[in-house]
């Protein structure tokens, strides 16, 4: 597709159990970031992907978060022995690169995540 | 602490007339905004951006002005359409050209367009 493309788009999981989401970004697209929204937030910035630079884990809440990017394409986000309070609505963008600020950045739809 | 503030949590006009969205900020050292706009169960769609060596960006019906000593910043709809009815969020970047353009987001102005 043409756009940035996020799987599953729903996920139920029980308290304890780890989890995988992922995006696949819009061909070419060198930047890849994740974020996530809570109920009634904005979005929060959680980590963010540049070509084969390392990447920025600044906004990672925690270290049962990790995220991967493989070939410079696909990215999973993994969280880890799951709490209630990480349910949220996980959104993935790309952009054409991290290195310009005027390359605007294009999200998926999201993955929102209910932990029972 | 809310680096990106969007005070109006919902707003209402009728079509045709103009939606005015207003966003703030804190941090001197942000350089480029964007406005976002979202419907439920999507992701949030890119509307328009400006950097911080202008005041006003202009696309279409859309235009966002940029105040920097105010440290403010708006976007202007005008003819609103019922199909602008969404969350708009306002959104800031610290590193014009650096080495990451994570960004920041407001809360989001829910916007309904009365016919």
């Known amino acids: 597709g043409a756009g940035v493309s996020q799987s599953p788009s729903n996920k139920v999981t029980e308290k304890g159990k780890d989890v995988e989401l992922r995006c696949d970004p819009i061909s070419g697209h060198t930047a890849l970031y994740w974020y996530r929204q809570s109920l009634g937030q904005g979005l929060e910035f959680l980590i963010y992907f540049q070509g084969n630079s390392a990447p920025d884990k600044s906004g990672l809440p925690s270290d049962r978060f990790s995220a991967e990017r493989t070939g410079g394409s696909v990215s999973t986000l993994t969280i880890q022995r799951t709490q209630q309070e990480d349910s949220a609505v996980y959104l993935c963008?790309?952009?054409?690169?991290?290195?310009?600020?005027?390359?605007?950045?294009?999200f998926g739809d999201g993955t929102r995540l209910s932990i029972l | 602490d809310q680096q990106v503030k969007q005070n109006s949590p919902s707003l209402s006009v009728q079509e045709g007339r103009i939606s005015i969205l207003n966003c703030d900020y804190t941090n001197s050292m942000f350089d480029y905004f964007l406005w976002y706009k979202k419907y439920p169960a999507e992701g949030p769609t890119f509307l328009i951006s400006?950097?911080?060596?202008?005041d006003k960006n202009e696309d279409g019906r859309f235009t966002v002005f940029l105040n920097k000593s105010a440290k403010h910043l708006s976007l202007h709809i005008v003819p609103s359409q019922p199909g602008d009815s969404a969350v708009y969020f306002c959104?800031?970047?610290?590193?014009?050209?650096?080495?990451?353009?994570?960004?920041?987001f407001g809360t989001g102005t829910l916007l309904a367009v009365q016919p």
């Open positions: 959104a800031a970047s610290e590193d014009y050209g650096g080495a990451t353009n994570k960004l920041i």
């Open positions: 400006i950097s911080s060596i202008k």
């Open positions: 963008a790309s952009s054409a690169t991290g290195w310009d600020s005027n390359q605007p950045q294009h």
